[in-house]
């Protein structure tokens, strides 16, 4: 079990999409409950992963605290191996993947159109997603990363809203174009690093990558290199200014592919950055590590600044999501135990609780077909259940105390202040910012007097109760006692603090 169980997480959604593809056109129902068997599948052995996993790391070290590992030659002609494994690092984003991938089965009960297509591409988008995560050879990790592009640029494309092709174009430019960066970089690395493709065989020689004499270009083959990977992790974040495709995409897409971007793959861009870019260039990372910093400010101070101006419900949320993976960038940059801990438990909670935004999003939008914040009004009075779940879900991003968003900024402020003092004190501006745009969201939309065109709009029902409870208890559960996810991180991000600061 220990050693499949990674390989069937990750393959176990590519055969349900398979398997969909035979059912009858006109099965609706059939359709959505076996998708909804073969995501649970994965969410099943994710939690078994959770409680199994080894945190003291006792037996793991000869393999930099990797477990679960599987290693098998693939194309032995050029050292391409299917090797794969987690850490406290990749352990939590691989059981978020599962999770609100199970959880946007039921989201998207809705979807009538086309459903074998949209249900088989949203399970090959789960074993693109899963892949990336347990990927420990970089071809392997390469090739997980663009079987992701392709079912969302079809989820958005085909099943979005008016502009949905401009918005998945748009979308898979941006991603392809880090792409690119990013192979050029594999295959740098490749023939300068002992031509190995071994994520943990490349950080071995990160000393020799950072010779002085060692150049690309004319210029120093770390730093290049170091960049070209940045540029491709940053568009998926997105850090600014290449963010500029995220809102078009969350707007245009469909509710449970909006979780998925913002509650999955924007967390692949911080997570490349702190499995690949820093371990094996840790010298350029100390080198740029207050640039990206600054970085950081700038998307938690613009973000929330664009959120204040929206006026598409959506759109303020999906600006909310750029303002918060500043905090992780911040983070990362500070490398501190603190900082590196805070920004990996905030990647893992913003999950939870962008995913229950954009799930709220959903609800009123089924219902009025519309998200105009100034449309609504005194909708706390006729759904009082929704009122109430979309009140968690917004106080849990302004990080109140008790609730997940918290704990982990505070983190994220407690790391940073040791390095960046002025930084940390801009950065906590975005708190008030984001206080600012939701109370006055919820004013508008909530509070006030009824806007008597909904005062028959019908409660929450049990389906999208369900999508939503469970991560409200783990933000509820995670803000009052955040050690368990914690625990399992500490490992790992006192690693990487330590190799990059120790070089």
């Known amino acids: 079990m220990e050693q499949w169980v990674l390989t069937l997480m990750t393959f176990v959604p590519l055969l349900g999409a398979a398997v969909i593809t035979f059912l009858p056109k006109d099965q609706h129902n059939l359709i959505r409950w076996t998708a909804a068997a073969f995501a649970a599948v994965p969410l099943l052995l994710a939690f078994w992963v959770w409680q199994t996993f080894n945190r003291a790391g006792v037996g793991v070290d000869d393999l930099a605290g990797f477990q679960y590992v599987v290693k098998l030659p693939w194309i032995p002609a050029y050292n391409i191996e299917y090797f794969i494994g987690v850490d406290g690092l990749s352990a939590p984003m691989v059981l978020l993947t599962a999770l609100l991938s199970f959880l946007c089965i039921f989201a998207s009960w809705g979807i009538s159109k086309q459903l074998k297509g949209y249900f088989a591409l949203f399970l090959l988008l789960e074993t693109g997603m899963m892949g990336t995560f347990v990927s420990l050879d970089f071809i392997l990790f390469y090739v997980f990363w663009e079987?992701?592009?392709?079912?969302?640029?079809?989820?958005i494309g085909i099943w979005g809203g008016p502009r949905r092709e401009y918005a998945a174009i748009k979308f898979f430019l941006y991603t392809l174009a880090g792409s690119v960066l990013m192979l050029v970089g594999i295959l740098a690395l490749y023939f300068q690093g002992g031509q190995t493709f071994s994520l943990i065989e490349l950080m071995a020689h990160a000393r020799d990558f950072a010779n002085p004499a060692l150049t690309i270009f004319g210029m120093n083959f770390a730093k290049v290199l170091f960049v070209a990977f940045f540029i491709g992790f940053a568009i998926k974040v997105p850090v600014w200014p290449f963010h500029t495709w995220l809102p078009d995409a969350h707007?245009?897409?469909?509710?449970?592919?909006?979780?998925?971007?913002?509650?999955?793959?924007?967390?692949?861009?911080?997570y490349g950055m702190m499995r690949i870019s820093m371990p094996i260039f840790p010298g350029a990372m100390q080198d740029f590590a207050f640039a990206i910093a600054v970085l950081g400010v700038i998307n938690i101070l613009y973000g929330a600044y664009c959120a204040m101006a929206q006026e598409d419900l959506k759109k303020l949320v999906a600006y909310s999501s750029v303002s918060h993976m500043g905090y992780v960038m911040l983070g990362m940059a500070a490398l501190t135990p603190q900082g590196m801990t805070g920004a990996a438990l905030q990647m893992f909670n913003h999950g939870t609780i962008t995913a229950m935004m954009f799930l709220l999003v959903g609800v009123v939008y089924d219902r009025a077909h519309h998200r105009q914040i100034n449309g609504f009004g005194g909708l706390g009075a006729v759904m009082p259940v929704y009122t109430g779940v979309a009140m968690l879900a917004f106080f849990a991003s302004m990080g109140l105390p008790g609730l997940s968003g918290f704990i982990a900024e505070v983190l994220v402020f407690?790391?940073?202040?040791?390095?960046?003092?002025?930084?940390?004190?801009?950065?906590?501006?975005?708190?008030?910012?984001?206080?600012?745009?939701?109370?006055?969201?919820?004013?508008?939309?909530?509070?006030?007097?009824?806007?008597?065109?909904?005062?028959?709009?019908?409660?929450?029902?049990?389906?999208?109760?369900?999508t939503?409870?469970?991560?409200?208890?783990?933000?509820?559960?995670?803000?009052?006692?955040?050690?368990?996810?914690?625990?399992?991180?500490d490992g790992a991000t006192e690693r990487l603090v330590t190799l990059v600061t120790s070089f």
């Not at 079987?147 to 989820?155: D, K, S």
């Not at 919820?442 to 369900?466: S, T, W």
């Not at 939503?468 to 991180?489: E, F, Q, R, T």
């Open 468 to 489: 939503l409870v469970p991560i409200g208890l783990i933000v509820i559960y995670l803000g009052i006692y955040p050690i368990p996810v914690m625990d399992l991180m």
């Open 147 to 155: 079987v992701m592009l392709l079912p969302m640029y079809f989820l």
């Open 414 to 466: 407690l790391g940073a202040f040791q390095s960046y003092k002025w930084l940390t004190f801009l950065s906590a501006l975005g708190i008030i910012l984001t206080a600012g745009y939701l109370l006055w969201m919820i004013k508008r939309v909530f509070l006030g007097p009824l806007n008597e065109k909904y005062k028959d709009m019908p409660e929450i029902n049990a389906r999208e109760l369900f």
């Open 251 to 270: 707007v245009e897409a469909p509710t449970a592919i909006s979780v998925i971007l913002a509650g999955v793959l924007l967390k692949m861009g911080t």
